[in-house]
């Protein structure tokens, strides 16, 4: 009895006409289906972490951003209501009044 080929050193697989030209890559997903559809689950499960890991950090930044809004919107109010009342106290030194009267229609009108 003749002893049996042994398998290359090259690592090529003896396909279905019996030569030790290697595999395709569609002829080895579909001999190991398991092992590439555990492959691309496990891909898939990285890259939606990694969306999500990313959407986090998002959210925390947008959440910095709005914090930072409030606090420059409160500082302008306050600088704003600040100008106001050191027009009302230039305009109330005039000694007609008139432009202090217009200042306070002015001022009432545009109050939120």
């Given at each position: 009895?003749a ?6 050193a ?10 030790d ?5 569609l ?8 092992s590439?559809?555990?492959f691309?689950?496990m ?5 939606l ?7 986090k950090?998002?959210i ?6 709005t ?18 009342q050191?027009?009302l106290?230039?305009?109330a030194?005039?000694p007609?009044?008139?432009f ?13």
């Open positions: 009895m002893p049996s080929a042994p398998p290359s090259a690592g090529g697989v003896r396909n279905a006409s019996g030569g030209k290697p595999l395709g890559f002829a080895n997903a579909a001999k190991r289906k398991q590439f559809i555990q691309f689950a891909t898939g499960i990285l890259l972490s990694c969306r999500s890991l990313g959407q950090y998002r925390h930044d947008l959440t910095e951003d914090y930072a809004l409030r606090e420059e919107q409160e500082t302008l109010t306050s600088r704003m209501n600040h100008i106001k050191s027009l106290a230039e305009a030194l005039e007609t009044g008139a202090a009267a217009r200042l306070r229609l002015l001022f009432d009108g545009e109050s939120n």
